[in-house]
T-cell receptor, first 115, second 115 residues
Framework: SAVISQKPSRDICQRGTSLTIQCQVD?????MFWYRQQPGQSLTLIAT?????????ESGFVIDKFPISRPNLTFSTLTVSNMSPEDSSIYLC????????????FGSGTRLTVV | AQKITQTQPGMFVQEKEAVTLDCTYD???????LFWYKQPSSGEMIFLIY??????QNATEGRYSLNFQKARKSANLVISASQLGDSAMYFC????????????FGAGTTVTVRA
């Protein structure tokens, strides 16, 4: 399965600022996803990152708040914009292999605290 | 729409004993896959086991086995011979073809192994 490098691993940010999270994959993958995990909660899908086109957002998530880029099949970024304390979460990227029994590989996550 | 339900928020298990984590799912798609992931306090998502909807036998991976009861739409995870390192959050997840293979997660179960 693919290996994902996610950066930064953690950050403490001031409210009103933005943070960009990067995910680099060691092989080309078609499916890439971004998740949010609020404290003590499960993973919620933010969007599917599409190579060369706009990301597909899930209900409750909008591009202005969570802009996503995917310039090629090995790299993607998620920006958390105009942050508030409610954005304090773990953000994870994931790549998918529909035909693989291993399914999905996850990055190590970014622990974001907004103060 | 698809839904994953984990009804056990937390469980305690004695070291070396077995523990069963419950997971029920709901989907109208005949083609789906079920996953279990482990998330230790470090936050990484570790793939444990996979069961496809057309698989005839229950999946096993070392100390992990999946009790797949298709008619009852349940996919319980059994961890045998629990170890202290098994203390973590465990998530059941499902992907379906009709949802573009996006993973849907259950609420999770926290397992604490006691010495």
């Amino acid at each position: 399965s693919a290996v994902i490098s996610q950066k930064p691993s953690r950050d403490i940010c001031q409210r009103g600022t933005s943070l960009t999270i990067q995910c680099q994959v060691d092989s080309q993958v078609t499916m890439m996803f971004w998740y949010r995990q609020q404290p003590g909660q499960s993973l919620t899908l933010i969007a599917t990152a599409n190579q060369g086109s706009e990301a597909t957002y899930e209900s409750g998530f909008v591009i202005d708040k969570f802009p996503i880029s995917r310039p090629n099949l090995t790299f993607s970024t998620l920006t958390v914009s105009n942050m508030s304390p409610e954005d304090s979460s773990i953000y994870l990227c994931s790549v998918g292999h529909p035909d693989s029994v291993y399914g999905y590989t996850f990055g190590s996550g970014t622990r974001l605290t907004v103060v | 729409a698809q839904k994953i339900t984990q009804t056990q928020p937390g469980m305690f298990v004695q070291e070396k004993e077995a523990v069963t984590l419950d997971c029920t799912y709901d989907t109208s798609d005949p083609s789906y896959g079920l996953f279990w992931y482990k998330q230790p306090s470090s936050g990484e998502m570790i793939f444990l086991i996979y069961q496809g909807s057309y698989d005839q036998q229950n999946a096993t991976e070392g100390r992990y086995s999946l009790n797949f009861q298709k008619a009852r739409k349940s996919a319980n995870l059994v961890i045998s011979a629990s170890q202290l390192g098994d203390s973590a959050m465990y998530f059941c997840a499902m992907r379906v073809r009709s949802n573009d293979y996006k993973l849907s997660f259950g609420a999770g179960t926290t397992v604490t192994v006691r010495a």
